[in-house]
Structure formats: C-alpha cells, structure tokens
C-alpha cells in the first residue's frame, strides 16, 4: 500500500472520528436539555405542593379536604361539641346533666379519635369520663361509637349523624344506656365545631 493511500485512509478515518464525536456532544446536549427541563418541572412541583401546603395551614382545621375536592363530602376532621335537643325519647329526664367534647380523625371513609365527657350537674357531677371514638362517614352520614376506654365499664354511646351543609354542623340521634335506668336510651343531638367557623345548627 503506498504513502498515497495510507494517508487517505488516515484522513477518512480522522473524519469518520470527528463525525462519531460531533454526534456524542450533540446527544450529550440533548440528555443536558432533558434534565434542566426535568429539573424546572420538579422544582414547579415542589412550589404547588408549599403553596398547597400554606393553604391548609391558613384553613380551618378539619376544612382542607372539603376545600380541595370541590364538590365532595366535606371533612369532619377537628374539634366537636355534643349539645342534646330536649329530653330522651321515653319521656324521663337525664339523670344527669354532661358536657361531651370530642377530636375526631378522618382517615378516607373511616373515623376514629377521642372524647371527653363531664358532669357538670347530678349525683355524678365533677366526674370525667374517657372514650375512644371509631366509626364511618359515608355519603354526608356518620356512624360513631363511644367508648369507654376502661375496658370493664358498659358506658358506650352510639351515634346516628348527618353533616350539615359544609361540614360546621351534624345532627342526628344519640343512644345510650341510662346509668340509673340500665335501659337503652335515644336523644336526639346537634354535633358543632369548637375549632372552626360558627356552627349553622345554632346554640341550641
């Protein structure tokens, strides 16, 4: 092979190299595009979720998922007041008058969280109870329990509720068993927010 030829072939394979190495830089480009885009859309992400972040903390509590799937059921998430409406439905009064708080966790269609209940007036008056609180919410309607955390003691309560426009509200029934009676009992009662805007039940 003369001097001729072997330069050429040099020359061919110098610039099939530069070829080769001109189209790595360019893919290289490509795939460096590719992740400051990728880049941009994470740090977008990462702004939507603080601002969504900021938005809950300004909300009510118990509001935040009422607010953001628009249209659905709204949260009973937060801090409640039971307030009785009259007198039991077998015509006697309450052996004792009680204030009944409860912080209820929502967690998709289950329920759960605590209760404190007082008496405030009767033969028990100064007594506070303790309940653990497990139910469902479906379709604007809550079943709940009560109960006392002390696994030995019969006080359980069971309510039947309704929410009531955008969640400040639920009324319904509340059954019970009567201290003194030890029959099952029915009241009606009016569930409202202690930690969020004022209740469109009224005071009751």
Avoid at 73 to 91: C, F, L, Q, T, Y
Avoid at 159 to 164: A, D, K, N, R
Avoid at 186 to 200: E, F, H, L, M
Wanted: aromatic share 6%.
């Amino acid at each position: 092979m003369t001097h001729y030829a072997l330069d050429v072939l040099q020359t061919v394979a110098h610039r099939r190299g530069m070829l080769e190495l001109s189209s790595i830089v360019t893919r290289l480009s490509e795939i460096a595009a590719t992740i400051r885009a990728g880049a941009a859309t994470i740090r977008a992400g990462a702004a939507t979720i603080r601002a969504g972040s900021e938005l809950k903390t300004a909300l009510p509590k118990g509001l935040f998922r009422a607010q953001h799937h628009n249209g659905h059921a709204p949260s009973i998430e937060g801090k409640w007041r039971v307030v009785h409406v009259g007198e039991p439905w077998d015509g006697d009064l309450l052996e004792a008058s009680w204030t009944i708080e409860v912080e209820l966790f929502q967690d998709s269609n289950k329920v759960h969280g605590e209760a404190t209940a007082r008496c405030i007036a009767g033969s028990s008056e100064g007594t506070t109870v303790q309940y653990l609180a497990r139910g469902a919410f479906l379709a604007n309607i809550v079943d709940l329990a009560l109960q006392d955390v002390r696994s030995s003691s019969r006080n359980r309560s069971v309510f039947l509720l309704q929410v009531i426009g955008d969640g400040s509200c639920m009324e319904g029934f509340r059954t019970f068993l009567g201290r003194n009676k030890n029959t099952l009992r029915v009241i009606q009662c009016k569930w409202q927010r202690i930690d969020g805007p004022a209740s469109v039940c009224g005071t009751g």
